[in-house]
């Protein structure tokens, strides 16, 4: 089953590829590349089994007893019912058109901002459907170009999301030699004033539906993808980047209103960093907290999570069975200007004036016993040329 799932992918790669090269040949002579890094979401139910497949057996996303088993077991069990979900928000994720749409809207900012870097051309890597990160890397080197961005979507590092992406780099350039040319790294940019001010102005337009009376009484409640405990124990930076991301956006809002972190999309028996956002909307219901806004603080774009999860699941039915008065969801920054501001201000920045690779990237979780993440630090401090070698700055740390 295993083999022929992959297969099946192969064929669904290709016929992706077709369809991106077509989509990016505007640019002529790119001389500067940036890669789009996220996890992705099927175009189609077809693509459901594959996608799940890949994630259930990539131990940076989760880690399981016999993975090598249990994985596609857990993906073709929930294929199924995941298939469904993804028909109910109109047959696939929306991640590529909006990464896709926010990569060609950056680009044609930074032009404008940095002739001198010009032309800049975006390249989408995917982790777990096509276009894959192998695949942008292979067009990348084909282009030419002299200088590429490693930028990730996920403006909240995580070892199980931005650190997979960066592992599926470095895996690739395993056993090749590196090209020549000059790579440097965007890993997080969680307290992007830009980005704050996005969130910011997505909540603005939720409250404005609340009747004034009540309006400065709504509870906002920042949601994020919930994380295992145990990674969390490790030192995973991810919750108090999230953290970071919510305090920055309520500074922007200056409003009276409450507000709480919470935490979705929990996956199997281990426990998860709490309290979740279906359990909580049922307890502030309880408590007479009948109005709120939710807000997907590490979410970039539409997708599963946004449209099913928060909009079908939380905001219709767990919130209509608890009694909620009013709940709304904010929407995710897509291609909202500000947005795209954020982008293009976080890249050239980096390309101005910033680091090759940060030193937070570079040092490791006080308890992180991973080889494979000691390696990969090891490899990006030689793929982008750094000069520290300070022992306490090393990635033996």
């Not at 982790?127 to 590429?148: C, N, Q, S």
């Not at 590196?178 to 997080?188: V, Y």
């Amino acid at each position: 089953m295993l083999t022929s799932m992959y297969r099946h992918n192969s064929r669904i790669a290709s016929r992706w590829m077709n369809r991106v090269r077509l989509m990016s040949q505007n640019v002529e002579n790119p001389k500067t590349a940036i890669i789009m890094l996220n996890m992705g979401g099927p175009q189609t139910a077809d693509q459901v089994p594959d996608y799940l497949l890949r994630i259930m057996t990539d131990r940076d996303m989760i880690q399981l007893p016999v993975q090598s088993k249990l994985g596609p077991w857990i993906a073709s069990r929930r294929s199924e019912e995941v298939k469904k979900k993804y028909m109910e928000i109109g047959g696939g994720s929306p991640i590529y058109k909006w990464t896709d749409l926010q990569g060609r809207l950056l680009t044609k900012a930074l032009d404008q901002m940095l002739p001198e870097s010009a032309p800049h051309k975006h390249y989408i890597a995917f982790r777990y459907v096509p276009p894959f990160t192998e695949d942008a890397l292979k067009a990348v080197e084909k282009d030419g170009v002299e200088r590429a961005i490693i930028f990730s979507q996920y403006p909240q590092y995580s070892c199980a999301t931005t650190g997979s992406s960066l592992n599926a780099i470095a895996d690739y350039y395993k056993d090749r030699s590196l090209p020549k040319i000059k790579f440097s790294l965007i890993e997080r940019w969680a307290t992007n004033i830009n980005l704050a001010k996005v969130f910011a102005e997505r909540i603005k337009d939720k409250l404005k539906l609340f009747d004034e009376k009540i309006r400065d009484q709504v509870l906002i409640m920042f949601t994020a993808h919930s994380l295992p405990l145990k990674a969390v124990s490790r030192g995973d930076t991810y919750p108090h980047e999230v953290a970071a991301s919510v305090s920055a956006t309520m500074a922007q809002l200056a409003v009276p209103n409450p507000h709480r972190l919470v935490w979705q999309s929990k996956v199997g028996p281990l426990p998860w960093l709490q309290p979740y956002t279906d359990d909580a909307i049922k307890a502030y219901a309880k408590k007479g907290v009948k109005h709120m806004i939710l807000v997907p603080i590490a979410f970039v774009n539409e997708h599963i999570e946004t449209l099913h999860e928060l909009d079908i699941e939380y905001c219709d039915e767990v919130a209509k069975e608890a009694g909620i008065t009013q709940i709304e969801r904010a929407a995710a920054p897509n291609d909202h200007p500000i947005f795209i501001a954020a982008l293009a201000d976080v890249v050239a920045k980096h390309i101005n004036n910033g680091p090759s690779v940060s030193r937070q990237f570079l040092s490791r979780c006080p308890h992180c016993v991973s080889q494979r993440c000691q390696s990969s630090k090891e490899f990006y401090k030689k793929l982008c040329s750094t000069d520290y070698n300070q022992p306490e700055l090393a990635a033996k740390i």
